[in-house]
């Protein structure tokens, strides 16, 4: 009874989707007759959908032997954020520019599935917004 030593080499790939709602107040301060603020804060829950592809060499005894496949998982994740957006009412217009800075953090979401497991590990993020809005 002999024992055979092997290698695997191959790629592993995990492409996913994130949605995500978060819940809180917000506030918003008129700084002046210019400038306004708002800020807001609280937990935020994601889905994380997507797919764990796999395509390796499995290489033991001069033999070598393709394996490929994939499989589908979706996850539960938690965490918070904060949010504050800066604002300049146009004078004379009814619009305001805005520049705003979110940072969000989230838990690992783990895919699993015939004896394999991938981990997408969320931490935080920061998300940064401009534009101008323009009530009509």
């Not at 918070?80 to 705003?100: C, R, S």
């Amino acid at each position: 009874n002999g024992t055979t030593n092997g290698t695997i080499n191959g790629s592993h790939t995990l492409e996913v989707m994130l949605y995500t709602v978060r819940l809180g107040p917000s506030v918003y301060w008129d700084l002046n007759e210019s400038f306004g603020l708002s800020a807001s804060a609280g937990p935020a829950i994601g889905i994380v959908s997507g797919d764990y592809k796999y395509d390796e060499i499995v290489s033991a005894g001069g033999v070598n032997a393709r394996n490929h496949g994939q499989f589908g998982a979706t996850d539960l994740v938690y965490g918070g954020y904060v949010n504050t957006t800066l604002m300049y009412h146009v004078p004379n217009e009814k619009a305001d520019i805005y520049v705003g800075a979110q940072y969000m953090t989230m838990g690992d979401a783990t895919f699993s599935g015939g004896g394999r497991e991938g981990r997408l590990n969320l931490g935080g993020q920061v998300y940064i917004s401009a534009g101008i809005n323009w009530p009509f």
